[in-house]
């Protein structure tokens, strides 16, 4: 089991009560992203691209604390940059758990096992490391050798000190099926909690934008990439709901949920999604009474939409829909298997 089941009950029990107070649009995850820098130059993010006085910055864990009360998520994403050079990552991280929320620390794992010592397992905690294939592929999307190594280290010291450990993992256009197959193998192997796949988005700042796939390409790679799994001869452990996954190989069609996802920086909160570069309000609630979500979403017309089938727009949606009683079975057998 992926998700675990004390989030999947949280979760499923925030969105019934959003629906019955009667709220047709609420986040289910914080992007909460402390710090722009990172140690890595990854060709497929933008998020260096920022100026110097930028990328300097820092959220305080107050400012973070007070993100997370204003927006009133059950999860919360910590990606960047890279969290872990934050000089008070561990004191951000044992208030959200404080605080009972459920926390994923994305990381490229460069700086993970010598930064253990400053976390506690929980499972309010999993660390998210981000890993794109085996040994050569990832290395070449990080743009640097001897990565993988290192991540894979990080991730069996996690695991042996009790940390709960997931793999983030985005798919560009020009990926060899069967190598993510045998990438997901691996993973197995290492007995990761889950694993989390993603298409490539079309993040403008981002150096290569070459290689960004576009809507039928990504159904008809993600179901090359995942028909052993779902004709049930792969047990790969997804820390996805199965209906988003249904909806990468085209089995399901959704549209976006933008505000599922809102993204809290030191620039404020993004409006609106945060692949787009359109700007910052200074609150919550702003963002979501100022935004026309209807210039949002494929069926909106806006061209950069027209693609996207990214987790942070769709796994909302996703997970509001697996509460009709139609894919309730689906998605609570899929806790159990």
């Known amino acids: 089991m992926a998700v675990q089941l004390k989030q999947a009950l949280v979760v499923g029990s ?4 959003q629906r ?11 992007m909460l992203e402390p710090l722009f820098r ?5 060709s497929g993010c933008g998020k260096i691209q920022h100026p110097p006085e930028i990328l300097v910055r820092n959220l305080t864990p107050e400012e973070c604390f007070a993100a997370v009360e204003e927006c009133g998520v059950p999860v919360v994403s910590i990606p960047g940059g890279e969290p872990l050079l934050h000089p008070q990552i561990a004191e951000i991280v044992k208030g959200l758990v ?4 459920f926390i994923y620390l994305c990381t490229n794992a460069i700086l993970l096992e010598k930064s253990l010592d400053k976390f506690e397992p929980s499972p309010y905690l999993t660390f998210s490391v981000h890993l794109d294939g085996l040994q050569e592929h990832h290395d070449k999307c990080v743009d640097r050798q001897g990565v993988f190594a290192k991540a894979v280290s990080a991730i069996k010291a996690a695991l042996a000190k009790g ?3 997931t793999t983030n993992t985005t798919i560009f256009e020009g990926s060899n099926y069967q190598e993510m197959q045998e990438f997901f193998d691996f993973l197995v192997t290492l007995g990761v909690h889950g694993m989390m796949i993603s ?10 934008q070459d290689h960004f796939l576009k809507r039928e390409q990504t159904k008809a790679l993600f179901r090359q990439i995942l028909e052993p ?3 049930g001869k792969k047990r790969w452990n997804f820390n996805h709901n199965p209906l988003f996954l249904d909806f990468l190989m085209g089995d399901k069609d959704y549209e976006c949920s933008p505000w599922g996802s809102p993204s809290y920086s030191v620039l404020g909160w993004q409006k609106p999604c945060y692949l787009l570069n359109e700007g910052h309000y200074k609150t919550f609630k702003e963002l979501m009474e100022a935004t026309n979500w209807e210039n949002y979403g494929r069926q909106s017309g806006n061209p950069q939409c027209a693609d996207c089938m990214v987790h942070c727009g769709y796994e909302p949606t996703a997970a509001v829909e697996a509460l009709k009683p139609e894919n309730m079975g689906r998605a609570v057998s899929s806790l159990f298997a």
């Open 229 to 231: 799994w779902k004709s």
């Open 38 to 42: 990172c140690n890595l130059a990854c």
């Open 14 to 17: 925030y969105i019934i009560k």
């Open 20 to 30: 019955l107070t009667g709220r047709k649009r609420f986040p289910l995850v914080l």
């Open 98 to 101: 404080e605080r009972k929320k």
């Open 199 to 208: 298409p490539g988005y079309s993040y403008e700042w981002a150096p290569d």
């Open 163 to 165: 940390f709960r450990v």
